[in-house]
């Protein structure tokens, strides 16, 4: 009888490590992502998609100086200027009407120059100039960091803040022991 018992508990507690290590890191379930981690990555930013030319994820000088030509293919209704529903991505469809857009990315704001929503005719014509002042380390190329800017969730580096609020993120951290300074 106690044999029983030991199999029976070995059994129950193998399938409870099983489906434990199946839940961090193991497969993914169907249709999901893998790493079993709770990430959402945005739909790619038609924007992004017109001007990266070759898609390889870095928006180069040449797709820089090609800039106007790339962004007029996303004028859908050809009124020569894009809103937000031609350079975005469309929200998914179980999204509340009323949600909140996500930020801005940088480069829909550097474009937008006079931070109306609306990419104009005078801004398409000036992209190539405005994209380049996004190359912050003047290697003539915009990689993701620099035409997205900083993630909301992410500190900035030497002051310890997040940028989307401005706070510190170890505000939210529950205190530990106290330090030697306290």
Do not use: C, W
């Not at 293919?73 to 999204?95: F, I």
């Not at 940088?106 to 609306?118: E, F, H, Q, R, T």
Request: a negative charge.
């Amino acid at each position: 009888m106690k044999t029983k018992i030991v199999l029976t508990m070995l059994t129950l507690g193998a399938s409870a490590f099983i489906v434990n290590a199946q839940d961090f890191g193991g497969p993914p379930p169907e249709g999901g992502q893998g790493g079993g981690g709770h990430r959402h990555h945005p739909p790619p930013l038609p924007l992004v998609l017109a001007l990266d030319a070759n898609h390889d994820g870095v928006i180069d000088a040449d797709e820089i100086a090609n800039a106007s030509a790339a962004l007029k293919t996303l004028d859908k209704n050809g009124d020569g200027q894009l809103t937000r529903d031609e350079y975005l991505p469309t929200p998914p469809a179980d999204a509340p009407k009323d949600a909140p857009r996500p930020p801005s990315p940088a480069i829909v704001k550097a474009l937008d120059a006079n931070g109306d929503g609306i990419i104009d005719a005078t801004e398409i014509a000036n992209a190539p100039a405005v994209l380049k002042t996004l190359d912050k380390n003047g290697d003539g190329k915009l990689t993701r960091e620099e035409y997205i800017g900083p993630r909301p969730h992410h500190r900035t580096p030497g002051n310890g803040t997040d940028p989307a609020n401005g706070q510190n993120p170890s505000e939210d951290v529950p205190p530990g022991p106290p330090t030697e300074q306290e």
